[in-house]
């Protein structure tokens, strides 16, 4: 990776940055097309895409009872991978736990006013994988929605030949009331519509592919989704402080997701920057998926940068508004302080972005391209109504019966006037 000036960013250079694209344009059309045949056709339409897309011939759909017994025969066997999924679990719940709001009532002069919470009756949370693993997406997308209580929760992932046992024991493990091998955008419609055998939800949440988000666009409005996310993101805010080795791993580990993933660094030492972009380079070398990662790296919207000062490289973080964003700086809470725009933030060399991905807690189902300038990852929220809730009694509407009926009759609404007086003849 070359290191680049930030003041000397061209304006096209700066709009790679700022301006990330998840793709999700290019395919609309083809996933509108793919959303309404499983509309209309349901579990006909599924078996066809998984043929089409997936290469897999499905037989049972609803594989719930696949869930309880991968986790069960990981159970029997001691295996290490069931205990960390358990740990996970926990933490994840433990920290979402601390989310759920309090119904209350309070006295606002004479009048009784308040708030209440209630979750939803059913949520859709995709997973992504098949032969792959991501147990991770599955606690961070359904362990929400039941410490939420949601009333069904259903999973949909996609199909293989042979379900990863893992991912489906992290389902059940998380509490899903509902499996579905299902991928794609065709599974974002059955979840949002319902077919023969897959439930409807309310809404939808969860990571995945350009033909997954698009078929969360498609369908949005007719339920509710979390948000539309993109290929993944890190930015790492360093002073000279900061070890070059930890910010390049991490930019490392990033890059790995996704040949279209975000990864940048930016700092205001011009050593560190040189030595973060010769690390990353050598801890790319003979990595696993060391493609992906050149790809990632060779993105126009990743990159080392080097600001003037650490204000020009925190007005940087705040206007990227990043998915993940690192604070690696002898005064990190000052900076965070600076920093509104992040989806989740990593503060100090021991909080690398992975332990976010997989055990401390927090949720690593977070908006990207910006999405955090508007809104935040995933939660106990995501899954809950509210109402507000009042009582007044005879006084009470008395002393608003000239405020309303002035306002009403100012609005043209004279019945509106008329059902308070009524109550006063």
């Known amino acids: 990776m070359d290191v680049r000036t930030v003041a000397d960013l061209s304006p096209a250079e700066r709009r790679a940055f700022f301006e990330r694209d998840a793709g999700v344009d290019a395919v609309r059309d083809d996933v509108s097309e793919i959303v309404d045949r499983v509309r209309t056709e349901g579990d006909v339409a599924l078996r066809e895409f998984s043929e089409e897309f997936d290469g897999v011939t499905v037989g049972n759909i609803d594989v719930t009872d696949d869930a309880e017994r991968a986790h069960a025969e990981l159970d029997d066997a001691d295996d290490p991978v069931l205990d960390a999924i358990q ?209 990632a790296l060779d993105n126009e919207a990743s990159g080392v940068l080097h600001a003037r000062s650490m204000p020009e490289a925190v007005l940087f973080a705040e206007e990227y508004a990043a998915e993940h964003l690192s604070i690696v700086a002898a005064d990190d809470e000052a900076l965070l302080d600076r920093i509104a725009n992040a989806g989740s933030v990593f503060l100090g060399p021991y909080s690398p972005v992975a332990a976010g991905d997989y055990a401390t807690g927090t949720n690593h189902v977070l908006p990207t391209n910006g999405g955090a300038k508007r809104y935040g990852g995933l939660s106990v929220d995501t899954f809950l109504r509210s109402s507000t809730v009042q009582r007044l009694d005879r006084d009470a509407l008395s002393g608003l019966s000239d405020t309303i009926t002035t306002l009403a009759e100012a609005e043209g609404l004279e019945a509106h006037a008329e059902s308070v007086r009524k109550r006063f003849e």
């Open 87 to 295: 740990e996970a679990a926990a933490n994840v719940r433990e920290f979402h736990e601390r989310q759920r709001p309090e119904d209350w009532r309070e006295a606002f002069g004479d009048r009784e006013l308040g708030r209440r919470f209630r979750p939803l009756d059913r949520a859709g949370v995709y997973v992504p994988g098949g032969a792959a693993a991501y147990p991770s997406s599955a606690l961070m997308g359904v362990i929400p929605a039941t410490v939420a209580g949601v009333d069904h929760v259903s999973v949909a992932t996609p199909p293989a030949e042979e379900l990863n046992p893992v991912t489906l024991a992290a389902v059940h493990e998380a509490g899903a009331d509902a499996v579905y091998q299902v991928g794609g955008a065709q599974a974002i419609g059955a979840l949002a519509y319902g077919t023969e055998t897959v439930t409807n939800a309310q809404k939808v949440v969860g990571p995945g592919n350009k033909w997954v988000t698009a078929a969360k666009a498609v369908v949005q409005g007719d339920v509710e989704i979390d948000f539309l996310a993109g290929p993944s993101e890190v930015l790492v805010l360093a002073d000279e402080t900061a070890d070059p080795a930890l910010v390049a791993a991490d930019l490392v580990a990033q890059a790995e997701h996704d040949p279209n993933a975000s990864v940048v660094a930016v700092t205001s030492d011009a050593d560190l920057a040189e030595a973060v972009a010769e690390a990353v380079d050598e801890q790319a070398a003979g990595r696993e998926r060391e493609e992906t990662i050149r790809a």
